[in-house]
């Protein structure tokens, strides 16, 4: 029986010890953490550092973490690669380990046509029988997928195999125009680590995928969301939109920024990223974040919001 892919859904950080090889230890804390606050499952995307990983990692990551999730919610898993024969295999190691749901990013290192980027992920989508989540990487993308050719795969796939996680710029309109394109049957879920939540929400979002330093906020506004809370829930989402403006400096940043806060609340022993890093923030910016989290935590406790 598939599950229903929905909800709140962080991605998970990929925690290094001294030697900078992954922590499977720290990692299992991580998974538990996300459920712990309420979330509906979990992703091992981008953020993950994946690009920063060997083959053998990767798999072995995606196999620790279907592991330890103990079939209590939905395990997506970045499949992504430079070339759609290497998409396929880590698509099939995916399916074949157990996760739920695919999360498929474009090539990064080429500027594809819009018929070449349609081609990559239709030839994916036909190899594996579970969904996938087609992923625009704002970070990466040379050039996005047109919400006409989003919406041609839904046509092509139906909606219960095809998903999608958009993020390019202006996400609002762009999230409107994909659904209006698909007649509503685009599920869609909000990618921007919560920055747009409250606008996209409305617009119709099937979920939202953050990171796990900020998985508790993100149940919290999401929750009031769902319950037409719209007056609590806009302190949160106006605090939690400067946190990831602090954050979304860089890809680098926002993983530091991550397992910072990770270690901060006991999940992670260390922050480590694996380099070479493009920015490092200074301990006056980890101040900002830390006094910025507590923030949001005080207004959270004043909503009395339930799980």
Not at 147 to 169: H, M, T, Y
Not at 275 to 287: A, G, H, K, R
Not at 297 to 306: A, F
Request: glycine share 6%; proline share 4%; aromatic share 8%.
């Amino acid at each position: 029986m598939n599950k229903v892919i929905e909800g709140v859904l962080p991605v998970c950080l990929t925690p290094f010890d001294a030697a900078y090889d992954i922590d499977e230890e720290d990692y299992r804390k991580q998974i538990d953490h996300v459920y712990n606050a309420g979330a509906n499952g979990f992703v091992i995307g981008q953020v993950s550092e994946l690009l920063r990983l060997n083959t053998f990692e990767r798999h072995s990551l995606i196999e620790l973490a279907v592991a330890q999730n103990e079939n209590r919610g939905i395990v997506i898993a970045s499949t992504g690669a430079e070339s759609t024969r290497n998409a396929i295999d880590y698509s099939l190691h995916a399916q074949d380990a157990g996760v739920d749901c695919l999360l498929l990013m474009h090539p990064t290192t080429t500027a594809l046509s819009e018929e070449q980027m349609y081609n990559y992920y239709q030839e994916v989508i036909t190899r594996v029988s579970i969904p996938v989540m087609i992923h625009h990487a704002k970070s990466y993308a040379k050039i996005p997928l047109s919400q006409e050719n989003q919406a041609r795969l839904v046509n092509e796939f139906g909606q219960d195999k095809v998903l999608f996680k958009p993020e390019s710029s202006p996400t609002p309109p762009k999230l409107s125009i994909l659904r209006d394109m698909s007649e509503g049957k685009a599920k869609i879920f909000e990618g921007d680590g919560g920055m747009m939540l409250q606008d996209c929400y409305r617009r119709g979002l099937a979920g939202t995928i953050p990171a796990a330093d900020t998985v508790e906020i993100l149940v919290c506004l999401w929750s009031l969301l769902k319950a037409d809370r719209v007056d609590d829930a806009r302190n949160i989402a106006h605090a939690l939109s400067y946190l990831m403006c602090l954050m979304m400096n860089s890809v680098d940043c926002y993983q530091t920024i991550g397992k910072h806060t990770l270690k901060r609340l006991g999940v992670f022993k260390s922050d480590r990223v694996r380099p070479p890093l493009d920015y490092i923030p200074d301990q006056e910016t980890l101040s900002e974040v830390d006094r910025t989290f507590d923030y949001i935590y005080s207004l959270m406790e004043q909503v009395k919001w339930q799980k």
